[in-house]
């Protein structure tokens, strides 16, 4: 007669669902912290276009004024709270209270993301409509910010979708050590990390994003994807950035995590960013 009497055993570690749980665009962004009020308003200042002028007939050399402009960033406070009650904790598998946490850390990091990828979306830049990606398209949209004084840096991003990665690693001098030292950056960290690592490539910084908002979203015939200037996009948050709290409350007897900012992000010169439409419908799931 078969034995019967097996034995389930769960394992007490948890394993972490595929999500986004940092934000990955913030870094390349001109930030700004906050300390006390709603808004933060930035300065870009510029000659206006202006050309040099040799002395007037009446000797004197003509004054001008500079360009001056103040983008606001207008901040708007954003929570995620989770709240199981003890007895949930008590009978279920795992450190339900870290998973609380790490959960809701990813809620808010990702809204920051979201935040600044939407400012990115209202560029008037863009090089048409879309199509698969190759070299020439990305050096397209790279002529396209150089055309608009954009320096060219090491401050210049390009956030893009899986599939326009993809179809780039098919391209021999973007994807091979022949014809370029394509890497990560060189002060990443060499182990592995719970986040996509940017990297550099023709003096861009590399950003593989799996929740691009613009478009059709990941995976479409008209995915959205961003080269732009740090100098060209605004980041404004509170003083003490994200507020992971955690606690308990007797009288209900259950547990909670709340993970809180305020921040706003603002287009700072349109010029500065460029809307690279992409078609990877090819690459997405059947």
Not at 128 to 151: E, H, M, S, W
Not at 240 to 268: F, H, N, P, V
Request: with cysteine; hydrophobic share 35%.
């Amino acid at each position: 007669m078969a034995e019967t009497a097996f034995q389930i055993q769960y394992r007490q570690e948890f394993i972490s669902g595929f999500e986004q749980l940092q934000s990955l665009l913030r870094t390349f962004t001109t930030t700004e912290s906050v300390i006390k009020g709603n808004q933060a308003t930035f300065l870009v200042a510029d000659s206006g276009g202006a050309t040099a002028k040799t002395r007037g007939v009446n000797g004197l050399i003509p004054a001008r004024g500079d360009n001056l402009t103040q983008p606001v960033a207008t901040l708007v406070e954003w929570h995620d709270l989770v709240r199981k009650t003890d007895f949930n904790i008590f009978a279920s598998q795992g450190n339900q209270r870290a998973i609380m946490q790490k959960t809701s850390m990813g809620v808010v990091n990702r809204k920051i993301d979201q935040d600044i990828i939407g400012e990115l979306a209202t560029t008037t830049v863009n090089i048409g409509a879309a199509v698969v990606a190759d070299t020439l398209r990305t050096l397209r949209a790279k002529t396209v910010l150089g055309n608009n004084d954009v320096p060219w840096d090491g401050n210049i991003t390009f956030v893009v979708t899986p599939a326009y990665e993809a179809y780039m690693m098919g391209e021999n001098d973007f994807s091979s050590r022949d014809y370029t030292m394509n890497g990560p950056f060189d002060n990443a960290d060499p182990a592995w990390r719970d986040r996509p690592q940017a990297y550099r490539w023709l003096g861009i910084n590399w950003c593989v994003h799996p929740n691009l908002t613009g478009g059709g979203g990941p995976g479409s015939a008209t995915e959205e994807t961003y080269m732009f200037h740090k100098s060209a996009i605004g980041h404004a948050y509170n003083a003490d950035d994200l507020e992971a709290k955690a606690g308990y409350d007797e009288e209900q007897d259950y547990s909670w995590c709340r993970t809180s900012i305020y921040m706003g992000s603002q287009l700072l010169q349109n010029s500065g960013v460029c809307i690279v439409a992409h078609n990877g419908v090819a690459l997405a799931p059947a």
